[in-house]
């Protein structure tokens, strides 16, 4: 299918990108039957260093190719590949009786034991434990999210050399935007840039998932064919590859951008793709085994922190509003008037929660703030929530979606948070947010022209960042889970601070 298929824009998250069926030229490739030992495939440039040709290789012992020594490593790093289901690896190992050392990568797949190996960049001194754990003490010195994001890019780009290092984070929709980012200097900002889903297609970030690190030194260079293409009719599998070739689609991407090598590196939040350190080079650069060894330890660590973090960032405004809460509670149990409270304390309780604007409706009254829509629209919006009758607070992050009107109000208000006051739901407190898209600015030099390829002009950052803002017209940043927590412990207070007085009105009217 992929074969009959040819990849383009509309189809390109069909694009089996783990099948290729080639390798990046800074290394070469060899597979073994797991049983027999004997090579099975062999990427084309092989044969350069391994002086014959893949015809003559095929079905040869591995005891032919490597070295006896090798071969007792490879023996010993199979265990820890099956075992912990990952890619071993080891650096500056003589594989070859004379010829240059080489890092080298171990891992199964479909019973097929794959060597990756690439020249040795020797580097004198360098130890990756001490790296990583240098760079993570500079990071933990950092004490709001912002400037960890920051050294985390500042870092990230120390240990590589890349021109350009980005946090990119994903949005519930696959969606991203750079939140943090390192660059030499005279290089245009991507910071605070938003690109659709589009650009990191689906399959590339459930791959992203299990394989942590992703380069491409030379994205000019030509990728080596592994032969024969199909076993069994089946080609082999290289999602966990080190040196799997990469979509022509993204190739020309990079190409656009003017980039001459990229690399990535995973961030997981509990087992989840969260984002990608996106690096970029203006020329071709590699990084040794080692030094992405080390950048991969890095991803992980920083995994741990920010998921720390972030936790503790959300629990701090959880908390914070917590106490806002109490605050509002307190005071508004000894008022007395049953929704003239809620109306009096509207800038309290829009602190609540980060919202753009707040409305309460209550007993066919509006009272309105901050970035909402105006009384009319606010009195339809009423009409649809009376008609849906939530039971409990509602999120929703696109209005027009389920009430078309919204679309006239989108601009001010396209996200709501509802809180119904009663049941069944008569009167609401709602807490809106603006547009999403309106947010945002493009950085970018727009005089600066880059000639783009054969596909066009979708395939740059500008057009990326249009097409992402024509997907979220009309949307909100969505409510969070805390958000709704918050909003949940509101709504059961107020019933009960209404219940409470309407309780004591009953007992003045007797
Ligand atoms: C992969 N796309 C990627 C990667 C990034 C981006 C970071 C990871 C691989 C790498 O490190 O180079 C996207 N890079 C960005 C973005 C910025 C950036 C958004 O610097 C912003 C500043 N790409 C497209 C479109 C398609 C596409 C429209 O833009 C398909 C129609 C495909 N992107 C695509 C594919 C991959 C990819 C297939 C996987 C490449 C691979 O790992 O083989």
């Known amino acids: 299918e992929s074969r009959a ?83 071993a690896r080891s650096f500056a190992v003589p594989l070859l009786n004379d010829g240059p ?15 990756e190996c690439e020249p040795c960049m020797h580097e004198q001194g360098v130890s990756s434990g001490a790296l990583v754990r240098a760079m993570i003490s500079r990071l933990q010195q950092a004490s709001e999210l912002r400037t960890f994001y920051r050294v985390a890019a500042r870092e990230m780009r120390g240990l590589t050399g890349f021109d350009r290092v980005m946090v990119y984070r994903f949005d519930h929709d696959g969606s991203g935007e750079v939140i943090a980012e390192s660059a030499r200097g005279g290089l245009e900002s991507y910071l605070g840039l938003h690109y659709p889903a589009s650009d990191i297609p689906r399959q590339a970030r459930i791959l992203y998932e299990r394989n942590w690190l992703r380069i491409i030194p030379d994205i000019s260079a030509r990728p080596a064919a592994v032969e024969p293409g199909l076993i069994d009719g089946r080609p082999l599998d290289l999602s966990m590859s080190v040196l799997r070739s990469v979509s022509p689609i993204h190739i020309e991407y990079l190409q656009n951008m ?54 503790d960032a959300e629990s701090l405004y ?40 707040i409305g309460v409706w209550t007993g066919g009254h509006a009272t309105l703030q901050g ?12 009409g649809h929530l009376t008609r849906r009758n939530p039971g ?61 390829g054969p596909l066009g002009s979708r395939l740059t950052p500008r057009k990326s960042f249009e097409l992402w803002c024509e997907t979220v017209r009309g949307q909100s940043i969505p409510w969070q889970p805390v958000d709704v927590r918050i909003a949940e412990g509101l709504r059961v207070s107020l019933l009960e601070v209404i219940l409470r007085l309407s309780a004591i009105t009953e007992v003045e009217r007797k």
Not at 423 to 428: G, K, L, Q, V, Y
């Open 371 to 382: 970035m909402a829509p105006t009384q009319d629209q606010f009195a339809g919006l009423i």
């Open 318 to 357: 959880e908390a914070r509003a917590r106490k806002l809460h109490n605050q509002l509670v307190t005071v508004m149990a000894s008022e007395a008037t049953r929704f003239d409270s809620i109306v009096s304390h509207l800038d309290e309780i829009a602190e609540l929660l980060s919202c753009d604007g």
């Open 392 to 452: 409990e607070v509602l999120a929703v992050h696109e209005i027009a979606a389920e009430h078309p009107p919204g679309r006239e109000f989108a601009d001010r208000a396209a996200g709501m948070l509802v809180v119904p006051l009663s049941r069944p739901a008569r009167d609401f407190l709602v807490f809106f947010r603006k547009e999403v898209a309106r947010s945002v600015n493009w950085a970018g030099d727009p005089s600066k022209q880059v000639s783009v």
């Open 5 to 87: 298929t040819p990849v383009d824009l509309e189809n390109c998250e069909r694009e089996p990108i783990h099948l290729l069926g080639a390798v990046q030229s800074f290394g070469f490739l060899l597979a073994f039957d797991s049983t027999q030992w004997t090579i099975t495939r062999l990427s084309h440039n092989a044969a350069g260093w391994l002086g014959a040709g893949p015809l003559e290789l095929i079905g040869r012992p591995i005891e032919n190719v490597f070295t006896h020594d090798a071969i007792h490593l490879i023996r010993g790093q199979l265990q820890t590949a099956v075992f912990s289901n990952a890619v």
């Open 101 to 115: 050392v080489f890092d080298i990568a171990v891992h199964v797949v479909d019973g097929s034991i794959v060597i």
């Open 258 to 311: 003017g980039v001459g090598a990229s690399m990535s590196v995973s961030i997981l939040r509990d087992g989840k793709l969260w984002g990608l350190f996106a690096c970029h080079h203006y020329a071709p650069h590699n990084v040794p085994f080692e030094r992405r060894t080390a950048a991969e330890l890095f991803g992980q660590m920083f995994s741990l922190l920010m998921e720390s973090r972030e936790r």
